[in-house]
T-cell receptor, first 112, second 118 residues
Framework: RKEVEQDPGPFNVPEGATVAFNCTYS??????FFWYRQDCRKEPKLLMS?????NEDGRFTAQLNRASQYISLLIRDSKLSDSATYLC????WGTGRRALTFGSGTRLQVQP | NAGVTQTPKFQVLKTGQSMTLQCAQD?????MSWYRQDPGMGLRLIHY???????DQGEVPNGYNVSRSTTEDFPLRLLSAAPSQTSVYFC?????????????????FGEGSRLTVL
C-alpha cells in the first residue's frame, strides 16, 4: 500500500463548479500535511498547509480527519487557472528520515 | 531572486554514462533534497542533506551519489546511467534544519531536470 494515495483523476469540471479531492495516508504518526500544486511540466509549489481544525484560504478549504487518516481539498468557484495537478503531501514523522512524502497527484481540468 | 537553480534542464545519456545534475540555492537554506518524479509514482526522495557535510539516503538512493561541501550546492551524481533512471529530477530546499521543530514546511523547488537514458 502506498504511504499517500490519491485518485489520479482527471476531474473535469465547468468553471464556477465546486470540486473536492481526498487523499489517504497510511502512517498514523504523521504530523503535518500539505497540498501542493503542480502545473504541467513545472515544479510543485505549496498551495496550503492543512491544520487539525481545518483551514481556508480564499476559495480553497483544507480539512484533516486523523481518525480516518485522510485529508481533503475543496475548491469553490473553480477558475480556468485552477487547472493543475494537486499533490497531497505528508510529513514522515517518526521514521528517522526527515522528508515529505508526496502522493502521485490528482489532475483537475476546469473547462469554460 | 534566483531561488533554486538546476542545470541542465534537459539531458540525454547512453546507458553506462555518468553525469552530474547541479543544484544551487541562494537563500541560505540548510535543508536540500533531490526527488525524482515518474508518471503515476509521485515524487520520490533520492537523497537529502540537513547542512554542509551531512547527507542521508531517501527512498530510492541506489545508483545516485550526493555531496554537500557548501550550503549553496547539492549536486546529484549518476554513477552509471540506466534506462530506469529516465525521469524528471527536482532539487528542493527549505530553511528548516530541524523537522522536529517545524514538523516540515514549505519546500522550494527548482524547475526540474529532464533526463533520458537510452
Amino acid at each position: 500500500r502506498k504511504e499517500v494515495e490519491q485518485d489520479p483523476g482527471p476531474f473535469n469540471v465547468p468553471e464556477g463548479a465546486t470540486v473536492a479531492f481526498n487523499c489517504t495516508y497510511s502512517n498514523s504518526a504523521s504530523q503535518s500535511f500539505f497540498w501542493y500544486r503542480q502545473d504541467c511540466r513545472k515544479e510543485p509549489k505549496l498551495l496550503m498547509s492543512v491544520y487539525s481544525s481545518g483551514n481556508e484560504d480564499g476559495r480553497f478549504t483544507a480539512q484533516l480527519n486523523r481518525a480516518s487518516q485522510y485529508i481533503s481539498l475543496l475548491i469553490r468557484d473553480s477558475k480556468l487557472s485552477d487547472s493543475a495537478t494537486y499533490l497531497c503531501v505528508v510529513n514522515r514523522w517518526g521514521t528517522g528520515r526527515r522528508a515529505l512524502t508526496f502522493g502521485s497527484g490528482t489532475r483537475l481540468q476546469v473547462q469554460p | 531572486n534566483a531561488g533554486v537553480t538546476q542545470t541542465p534542464k534537459f539531458q540525454v545519456l547512453k546507458t553506462g554514462q555518468s553525469m552530474t545534475l547541479q543544484c544551487a540555492q541562494d537563500m541560505n537554506h540548510e535543508y536540500m533534497s533531490w526527488y525524482r518524479q515518474d508518471p503515476g509514482m509521485g515524487l520520490r526522495l533520492i537523497h537529502y542533506s540537513v547542512g554542509a557535510g551531512i547527507t542521508d539516503q531517501g527512498e530510492v538512493p541506489n545508483g545516485y551519489n550526493v555531496s554537500r561541501s557548501t550550503t549553496e550546492d547539492f549536486p546529484l551524481r549518476l554513477l552509471s546511467a540506466a534506462p530506469s533512471q529516465t525521469s524528471v529530477y527536482f532539487c528542493a530546499s527549505t530553511p528548516d534544519r530541524s523537522w522536529v521543530a517545524t514538523l516540515g514546511g514549505e519546500l522550494f523547488f527548482g524547475e526540474g531536470s529532464r533526463l533520458t537514458v537510452l
